[in-house]
């Protein structure tokens, strides 16, 4: 009988308020850069160019895809509650895995909710991505797995969190350049 992964998701208190671990999440993450990236395919520039532009602006090589609305949907509902929802991936993994099984988009980009609690803390919240996509039985997605758990964990080290034992015992040891990259 298969055993399946069970997911690891995983809330983080930040020793700083809400608005504080936004910017930390921000300058770690930047949003995806649309419009230049529509530029470069636009003046024929080749895949490798467009990485090298995100590079250029995402040390981590990670960026935000979608960011939602639900936090400020609630604000106007009479919530006082505050949270801010991301889907967030690195293009060059992604498009490696995306050219193995296109499933994989069911758990990269992942997700990632920063949220205040009722005594004005704030906190990190992310499921690692790494078991759901061993869950599509190809070896190659499967190795590749832990290295983008492990970026998971670059942010929040970029963030100054701490991370979770549940999170960092479901990698092996990686060893990412000065800039936090790591080939797949």
């Not at 990269?108 to 909710?113: A, D, H, I, L």
């Not at 803390?121 to 290295?147: V, Y």
Request: negative net charge; charged residues 25%; aromatic residues 8%.
């Amino acid at each position: 009988m298969r055993k399946e992964p069970t997911p690891v998701l995983f809330s983080v208190k930040a020793n700083v308020p809400l608005d504080a671990l936004l910017d930390r999440f921000l300058s770690a993450v930047p949003v995806f850069p649309e419009q230049d990236v529509r530029e470069l395919v636009m003046s024929g520039a080749t895949f490798a160019d467009i990485l090298e532009h995100i590079r250029s602006i995402a040390p981590l090589e990670m960026m935000i895809y979608w960011q939602d609305a639900v936090g400020p949907l609630m604000k106007k509902a009479g919530n006082y509650r505050s949270s801010h929802g991301f889907l967030v991936g690195n293009l060059r993994m992604l498009s490696t895995l995306f050219d193995r099984d296109p499933r994989v988009l069911a758990f990269v980009p992942f997700r990632v909710t920063l949220s205040d609690d009722l005594d004005g803390g704030a906190w990190f919240t992310a499921e690692m991505p790494g078991n759901g996509l061993r869950l599509l039985d190809d070896s190659a997605i499967a190795e590749a797995a832990p290295k983008i758990d492990a970026k998971l964990l670059a942010i929040m080290t970029a963030m100054s969190l701490e991370i979770p034992t549940e999170a960092s015992a479901q990698l092996t040891p990686h060893l990412f350049d000065e800039g936090g990259r790591e080939e797949l």
